[in-house]
């Protein structure tokens, strides 16, 4: 469910069954305390909704926007054409190509328009690099994200420990 305070965090699917993956980014954001907004907008559907989205994200507080879209995925980069803001693609598997044709479509981009795009599906480091972004002006964000990195270590290292045990 969306954040009750302002949100930082716009998550934005091409279509509503998208909605399984887009859980992932959002419960990712919640982990760290980060209140977001969760909408539908597709860049070919109703490419006046998705413009009109990305031109007022700033104006209403949004920090990150964060794209998940599948085919031709074309929504992270419609979006970054009309914001400013930051924008993390996140190429979906939903097509009989796996989710190449997203990620080829999300990830080559023209010069001017960038969207920083991470693996197909991949959801919660969308999200993460979406906390990084903005722990760059929020310290307890910094340390949240320090605390994450030193409980990935320390599994890592419980689960070696436990393969040398057995």
């Known amino acids: 469910m969306p954040s009750k305070d302002s949100p930082l965090v716009?998550?934005?699917?091409?279509?509503?069954?998208?909605l399984p993956v887009m859980r992932e980014a959002a419960a990712a954001l919640e982990s760290f305390g980060v209140p977001y907004e969760l909408t539908?907008?597709?860049?070919?559907?109703?490419?006046?909704l998705a413009s009109g989205y990305a031109r007022a994200a700033r104006d209403r507080g949004l920090k990150v926007l964060v794209a998940g879209a599948g085919l031709a995925a074309h929504l992270a980069g419609a979006l970054a054409a009309e914001t400013i803001l930051p924008v993390v693609g996140i190429p979906l598997a939903s097509s009989p190509l796996g989710?190449?044709?997203s990620l080829l479509s999300t990830v080559m981009m023209?010069?001017?328009v960038p969207v920083a795009t991470v693996a197909i599906?991949?959801?919660?480091n969308a999200a993460i690099l979406a906390v990084q972004i903005l722990a760059l002006s929020d310290e307890s964000?910094?340390?949240k994200l320090l605390e994450r990195k030193v409980a990935l270590a320390s599994a890592v290292a419980e689960k070696a420990a436990a393969l040398k045990t057995s």
């Open 99 to 101: 989710g190449l044709d």
């Open 121 to 124: 599906g991949g959801a919660q």
């Open 141 to 143: 964000l910094a340390e």
């Open 10 to 18: 716009g998550l934005v699917m091409g279509s509503d069954s998208d």
């Open 110 to 112: 023209p010069n001017g």
């Open 40 to 48: 539908v907008a597709s860049a070919h559907r109703s490419p006046a």
